[in-house]
């Protein structure tokens, strides 16, 4: 894995969240975008060589939504950055790792994504993501 890409964060509230992150890091949020095939909307941040995004429901039956229901709002996953996606899926289901979807899916800001299951990851949800070219 190339580096951490960027920490996800479950807000309710992207119009209320948006201002806060843009104090706290002292930058503006260079992209909003909607997945729509995830019920989320998003909205990102540059830190230095990271990333942070923050992730809003657009649903009832979202993950985000499922998630602020259960733990709150908070860290929801942390996303490294690969080379090929393809073949970390490949290695890590091999390894006994869950894959939480079969093939890489269209994610924001312009990346293939897939998941991990946390149960997998002592509880933590990872995202692999890979730039598209
Ligand atoms: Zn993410």
Redesign the pocket.
């Known amino acids: 894995m190339l580096k951490i890409e960027?920490l996800?964060i479950a807000v309710k509230s992207l119009d209320a969240s948006v201002p806060l992150y843009e104090q706290l890091l002292n930058t503006p949020c260079y992209k909003q975008e909607g997945v729509a095939s995830e019920g989320v909307s998003t909205a990102f941040f540059k830190t230095g060589d990271s990333k942070i995004?923050l992730l809003e429901a657009t649903s009832e039956n979202s993950p985000i939504a499922k998630f602020i229901e259960k733990k709150g709002e908070g860290i929801h996953?942390i996303?490294f950055e690969v080379e090929n996606i393809e073949a970390e899926m490949k290695r890590l289901s091999a390894l006994g790792f869950q894959i939480l979807n079969e093939h890489p899916k269209d994610?924001?800001d312009n990346k293939l994504?897939c998941f991990l299951h946390p149960k997998s990851t002592n509880g933590v949800l990872v995202?692999l993501?890979q730039e598209k070219k």
Request: charged share 20%.
């Open positions: 960027h996800g995004e996953h996303a994610g924001a994504v995202e993501c």
